[in-house]
């Protein structure tokens, strides 16, 4: 069975700091991996995916994240961050063929002036 | 082209009684995944439909069930409702094609009282 292990429940850091929001993982197959992002009161957003290709994937907002398979991780990054990017954010995994996201429990994003 | 919409947005039910959620995926999105969430499970996967056929089921009770239409609509049913099912509901729709990535609805915050 797949798992998705998010250690860190809450990052609070300064605008315009950098952040790394780490993601390790848990599979004896491979899979596919996955950023997604909550808003208070919506739906999941997808941010960024890696399917397979280059190990370093990047969104249109500034945010990346590489796949680093011996560490098996899928830590998210972002140079300078945004007030706008207070968040929760969460990673996930989903084996080839299938539908079913495994989330991690999530870190709580918080930016402030 | 419109996203994912759910129905309704907030719901408030008894103990004991049975609800029913509705969810439209993004046309010509024939998979339609269904999640729970709750602050101390975190986000679980319930079943996916595709082409009206349940595909894959997550491990809840029973109670929890769902059917999909020919044009793609999903619901979602929660009979003899308990406590613990307060959460928000999120659906998601993708394309049958691999390495596609599922999109999200605002969810449904059922509360059980």
């Known amino acids: 069975a797949q798992s998705v292990t998010q250690l860190d429940s809450q990052v609070p850091v300064f605008e315009e700091a950098p952040v790394e929001l780490r993601c390790n993982y848990s599979?004896?197959?491979?899979?596919?991996l996955f950023w997604y992002v909550q808003y208070p009161n919506q739906g999941l957003q997808l941010l960024l995916k890696?399917?397979?290709?280059?190990?370093l994937v990047e969104s249109i907002n500034g945010f990346e994240a590489e796949f680093n398979k011996s560490q098996t991780s899928f830590h998210l990054r972002k140079p300078s961050v945004h007030i706008s990017d207070t968040a929760e954010y969460f990673c996930a995994v989903r084996l080839a063929g299938f539908q079913k996201l495994v989330f991690g429990t999530g870190t709580r994003l918080l930016v402030s002036p | 082209k419109a996203g994912v919409t759910q129905t309704p947005r907030y719901l408030i039910k008894t103990r004991g009684q049975q609800v029913t959620l509705s969810c439209s995926p993004i046309s010509g999105h024939r998979s339609v995944s269904w999640y729970q969430q709750t602050p101390g499970q975190g986000l679980q996967f319930l079943f996916e439909?595709?082409?009206?056929?349940?595909?894959n089921k997550g491990n809840f009770p029973g109670r929890f069930s769902g059917r999909q239409f020919s044009n793609s609509r999903s619901e979602m049913n929660v009979s003899t409702l308990e406590l613990g099912d307060s959460a928000l509901y999120l659906c998601?729709?993708?394309?049958?094609?691999?390495?596609?990535?599922?999109?999200f609805g605002p969810g449904t915050r059922l509360t059980v009282t």
């Open positions: 998601a729709s993708s394309l049958p094609s691999e390495g596609y990535e599922q999109y």
């Open positions: 599979s004896s197959v491979s899979v596919y």
């Open positions: 439909y595709f082409s009206e056929t349940q595909r």
């Open positions: 890696y399917l397979s290709g280059s190990t």
